[in-house]
């Protein structure tokens, strides 16, 4: 018997809120004796033409599904706190992915890279932050914050101590905010990179051998395989850079690191790696926010191999 009917079919997805509610404790007032300048970012520019002395730092958040519009915005310290310096709805300093950009089912993506570069020659050095703001008729309108990033002009001196990872992440992984949540960054290809204090390289090496053993005893080898191992130090900074560390740079498709310290026994430049380590920080406990990690990482190339 033929069907004379239609069939629909409408999909149900929860209404999740698009800034996680954190109780505020009631504690004492204590502060730690670091040093509020640890806790920034710094960010090096110049004039946008040699890559290796501009940095650059992105952004993307995926919204609720009952969200209307998120737009980023540019904000500098002042004597008297942090000034609006500009809506980032084009391509002034950057690029902009608008509201919608992309889209997993009923959650529209919003984003923007910042070519601190463009900052410099339009507002100077200073300390700058990024606001997102987030229209919500339905579950309200919120603001999120970025962390504070310190904006200096690149010199050697300036660039002296840090190394610089790049890193590049598709699918989902967990969110460095909320640990009940996962963020999905599809197929975005999204890059993103971050200066730290610290040095890199000084590889060793593991072997793997395999050999055959003929009749009389001798044994040759028919295998050999080299692994290097790199150290990557990244002396104190924060927790929330620590989380960035351990739940994206880590758990990255791909990732690059330049090496800024002119006492290293190498160049590394744009270095390809693949992590295969722990992560076990320094924690100073309830005495410092700041903490020291060492990673063991990998090239990403291992061509080390011979065969007889």
């Given amino acids: 018997m033929a069907f004379d009917g239609e069939t629909a079919l409408q999909y149900f997805y929860p209404i999740t809120p698009s800034v996680e509610n954190i109780r505020p404790l009631d504690l004492p007032n204590i502060t730690l004796e670091d040093c509020c300048s640890d806790k920034k970012i710094l960010v090096l520019a110049n004039d946008g033409e040699n890559i290796d002395e501009n940095d650059f730092t992105s952004f993307l958040y995926c919204a609720g599904s009952t969200t209307s519009d998120a737009v980023y915005s540019l904000y500098k310290e002042t004597t008297t706190g942090f000034e609006l310096q500009l809506e980032l709805t084009g391509d ?21 890279r910042i070519n601190w570069f463009e900052v410099l020659t339009l507002f100077g050095e200073g300390i700058y932050k990024v606001q997102l703001d987030i229209t919500d008729s339905i579950l309200g309108n919120s603001v999120l914050s970025s962390e504070m990033y310190k904006l200096c ?49 000084f590889p060793t090496a593991e072997y793997l051998n395999e050999f055959v053993r003929y009749q009389n005893g001798l044994e040759e080898w028919t295998k050999m395989e080299q692994t290097a191992k790199y150290n990557l130090q990244i002396k104190r900074i924060p927790f929330n850079l620590l989380q960035i560390i351990r739940i994206q740079i880590i758990m990255s498709d791909r990732a690059t690191i330049t090496d800024y310290n002119p006492t290293n026994n190498n160049v590394w430049q744009d270095f390809p790696i693949k ?34």
């Fill in 153 to 201: 002009t690149y010199t050697p001196m300036r660039a002296k101590g840090t190394v610089r990872i790049n890193w590049t992440l598709n699918g989902t992984i967990g969110d460095v905010q909320s640990t009940q949540i996962n963020f999905n960054y599809l197929n975005l290809n999204w890059q993103n990179q971050l200066r730290l204090p610290g040095w890199f390289g």
């Fill in 92 to 112: 002034d300093i950057g690029i902009n992915y608008p509201f919608g950009f992309a889209q997993f089912r009923t959650r529209k993506y919003v984003g923007y």
């Fill in 275 to 308: 992590f295969n380590t722990g992560f076990e920080p320094k924690y100073e406990k309830l005495r410092s926010e700041l903490a020291s990690v060492e990673l063991i990482v990998e090239q990403r190339f291992n061509n080390l191999k011979k065969f007889r």
